[in-house]
Structures are given as C-alpha cells and as structure tokens.
C-alpha cells in the first residue's frame, strides 16, 4: 500500500469521524432544518468507528512513511533503448539529476520523444524505467 494513500484515507476518515461537531453547524449556516440535523444524529453515532479506523490508518500510513525513510533503495542506471522504427539497440546510462525527453537514434536518426502515458524516453523504449519511477517518486 502506498503511504501516501494511507495518510490520505486517515485523514478523510478522522474528518467523517469529526463530523459530529462540524456537520450541524454546517448544517445550521446552510439553512437546514430538523431532517438534515438529523442526519448530522446518524453521523454521530458511527463517529467511533470512524475515530478508530482514522487513527489506525494514520499510524499504518506513518509506519510506512518511516520504513521508507529509514530504508536505502538503489535504482537500475543502465538501460537498453530501442528503436522503434529501425529496431537499433544501445546500452546507455541514465542520468539521475533530469529527465531525457529526446533520444536520437544513431542508426537511422531519428529522434525518439516519450509515449504519451510515460514520462521519459527510457519509460517508453528502454528495458528499465527512469530512477524516478523505480524508486516510486513520479514523474521526472
């Protein structure tokens, strides 16, 4: 599970679970009336939950946080990018400090530009992805 995704979903679950002291005075500004308040009721009951639920994914979703920081990950550097017109094969080193956008192919010449879902030649053509995206910090 991604800790991004873990902090996310506690934080959306500790506000459902503070709902019970925001929600009617929403409510209230809004203009509700006695039906909408009484929904804000059923709310309340299940804050527990939602309280419990928030806190332990908020913890989980920390524990992930800090084994990631503690933990060293090395990323692949060396590739071999393709050519998708004259099948030409080159073993490169990628670099770690900027994205490669173009690649020219030292074959035929032409120059090769990124697949609209990734986000560097080496996502499209090459046999292993950019460090970014081995070491899951997104795009370049």
Not at 34 to 41: A, H, I, N
């Amino acid at each position: 599970m991604n800790y991004k995704k873990s902090i996310v979903g506690s934080t959306i679950a500790l506000i459902a679970g503070l709902s019970c002291c925001w929600l009617p005075a929403l409510l209230i500004a809004l203009g509700g009336g006695s039906t909408l308040l009484s929904f804000s009721d059923g709310v309340e009951s299940l804050s527990g939950i939602f309280l419990t639920l928030g806190a332990g994914l908020l913890a989980y979703g920390l524990y992930q946080y800090r084994q990631r920081s503690t933990t060293t990950r090395v990323a692949i550097l060396q590739s071999i990018i393709t050519c998708p017109e004259c099948g030409h094969e080159k073993h490169e080193t990628m670099p770690t400090n900027a994205c490669q956008y173009f690649y020219e192919c030292e074959n035929c010449a032409i120059v090769l530009k990124p697949r609209a879902q990734d986000c560097c030649v080496y996502c499209s053509y090459g046999t292993v992805a950019c460090p970014p995206i081995q070491l899951d910090e997104g795009c370049c």
